[in-house]
């Protein structure tokens, strides 16, 4: 039995599914308030019942008998929460658990400094000096899902407004990784032991500028838009004043900088030892688009 950690959020339900089809038994760690629609819809159209298991990470204590039940876990809550993954860790122990698969984040290795970097760093440390056999995965923007905060906005947007602001001029890179192709990822380490004790980075397939991402995306959409681009220092400018008056800003100076840097990442040692092959931007927002057409 796999414990999956994180489950309610964007990346659970895919993850869910996958490990269903390749014929794993999962149970999910709730919170008395999570959401589990999500989680009941993939179990339903899998054909497959799911457990649920309540526990907060606020509590080592709280999580001691659905870690009792496991034999594995994946842990998808955010390694920027030390102090939750510290829980973890201290319950996983007493509980004896040997294998955990963590999903990490590129955002370890942008050169630029921050807060949510450095907590994730600390997090990474503390799995490696565990006693687990984990392995840790370390995505790039994942996209590809109907409530993905990236691409799936990005395109609602242009479908309502008919046009798109960019930060710069769009030469930066991306290499943005298909939901699919994280929750495929997952689904083949945790059984791997080659995978123990390693870091792997999983991208998209290609690096591409910014610009021609949005070129790729008007040619799927089928559908012209407007692209303003804002220079990027006064972009730094209007947003720090506008974070200082909203006082719970939805973009901060430090993420319009990091919106100019390239994050383009090698993903060779995955290939090499789980035969990871993301798909290309082209297909994984063709399918978005899909996904988005289809009305619930
Ligand atoms: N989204 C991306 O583009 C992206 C990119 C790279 C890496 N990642 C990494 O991928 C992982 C999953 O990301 P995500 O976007 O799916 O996360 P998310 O949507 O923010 O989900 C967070 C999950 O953590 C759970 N959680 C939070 N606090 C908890 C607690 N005290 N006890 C138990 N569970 C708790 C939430 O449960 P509730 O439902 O109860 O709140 C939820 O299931 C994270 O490690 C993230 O850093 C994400």
Redesign the pocket.
């Known amino acids: 039995m796999i414990l999956l950690?994180?489950?309610?959020?964007?990346?659970?339900p895919p993850v869910l599914k996958k490990l269903l089809e390749t014929g794993y038994e999962a149970s999910c760690?709730?919170?008395t308030?999570?959401?589990i629609t999500g989680l009941l819809d993939t179990a339903k159209s899998a054909g497959k019942k799911i457990l649920f298991s309540s526990?907060?990470?606020?509590s080592s204590d709280s999580i001691i008998s659905a870690l009792k039940k496991a034999d594995s876990v994946i842990y998808?809550?955010?390694?920027?929460?030390t102090d939750?993954l510290e829980n973890f860790l201290n319950a996983a122990r007493r509980a004896g658990i040997k294998r955990a698969v963590?999903?990490?984040?590129?955002?370890v290795l942008i050169p630029q400094n921050s807060m949510a970097k450095s907590r994730?760093i600390n997090s990474e440390k503390l799995i490696a000096g565990s006693e687990l056999d984990y392995t840790i995965l370390?995505?790039?923007?994942?996209?590809g899902s109907k409530d993905?905060?990236?691409f799936s906005k990005m395109i609602r947007f242009i479908k309502k407004r008919g046009f798109f602001v960019i930060f710069g001029n769009g030469n930066n890179l991306i290499q943005p990784i298909y939901i699919e192709d994280v929750a495929d990822s997952i689904t083949r380490v945790i059984d791997s032991k080659n995978t123990c004790s390693k870091i792997y980075n999983i991208a998209g397939k290609d690096s591409l500028k910014y610009r021609d991402m949005l070129d790729i995306v008007r040619s799927k959409l089928k559908k012209n838009f407007k692209i303003i681009k804002l220079p990027l220092q006064f972009s730094k400018l209007l947003i720090s004043i506008y974070a200082k008056i909203s006082g719970n800003p939805s973009l901060t100076p430090g993420q319009i900088e990091r919106m100019g840097i390239d994050k383009v990442y090698s993903f060779h040692e995955a290939a090499a030892d789980f035969d990871f092959s993301p798909v290309s931007f082209e297909d994984g927002i063709e399918r978005l688009i899909k996904k988005l057409e289809v009305k619930n």
């Open positions: 950690i994180g489950a309610t959020g964007f990346l659970g760690l709730i919170r308030d999570s959401n526990g907060t990470l606020r998808m809550v955010d390694l920027e929460h939750l963590f999903i990490s984040s590129t955002t994730k370390r995505p790039t923007m994942i996209y993905d905060n990236n």
